[in-house]
């Protein structure tokens, strides 16, 4: 199915064919793609981290515990929100309540924006229908909401794709401050 032969979570995933065209294919509507030299992914920078905290589930939340199941995005972010990360991170004030809001697979209406080229400083132009984008999770307040694409395990950058279409949809139609993040969980 096209469609999933053009999902490319990370640069390591990029057919070896485009890989040496220094090409990549974006989705323009439910069923047409794009192919161009596009830059798509971001490369995750960890000498950048700031000082990192220690936060903890609660211990009567047995089934959030690292030694329960396997690690799913889903517990992850169950995990993440029993911890207060995402009430720390987005509560600027520490008074607003949090709630888990708006998450699975949704569409978009037409959108028009740019994207980096692989070599040149000109951007890439595109027009598109309706797309479709899955959010992994998200956290509202009164003040914003936290768009979370959440992945189990390492990697070393990832597409821009899974945060800016749902960050632009969002953005368009809530009216309210979306503040995108990629949450990595991971053992290392």
Not at 10 to 23: G, H, I, N, R, Y
Not at 38 to 59: A, D, M, N, Q, V
Not at 86 to 95: A, I, N
Not at 118 to 141: A, H, R, V
Request: glycine residues 4%; aromatic residues 12%.
């Amino acid at each position: 199915e096209p469609r999933l032969l053009a999902k490319w979570d990370t640069s390591s995933q990029v057919p070896e064919v485009f890989a040496k065209s220094d090409l990549a294919i974006f989705p323009i509507s439910k069923k047409a793609y794009r192919i161009a030299p596009f830059s798509l992914f971001h490369k995750l920078e960890f000498s950048k981290l700031g000082k990192i905290e220690s936060l903890s589930i609660p211990t009567w939340a047995r089934s959030l515990q690292p030694n329960f199941a396997k690690r799913s995005e889903n517990l992850v972010l169950s995990a993440c929100f029993a911890s207060g990360l995402f009430q720390s991170t987005l509560c600027e004030d520490q008074v607003h309540e949090l709630f888990p809001a708006i998450s699975g697979r949704l569409s978009t209406k037409s959108m028009d924006f740019s994207i980096s080229h692989m070599k040149s400083k000109e951007p890439i132009s595109l027009s598109t229908g309706s797309l479709q984008f899955e959010i992994d999770g998200s956290y509202e307040s009164s003040t914003n909401l936290g768009l979370i694409e959440a992945k189990n395990k390492y990697l070393p950058d990832f597409n821009i794709r899974q945060l800016y279409i749902p960050w632009r949809y969002l953005t368009d139609t809530l009216g309210k401050r979306i503040r995108p993040f990629f949450l990595m969980a991971s053992n290392e």
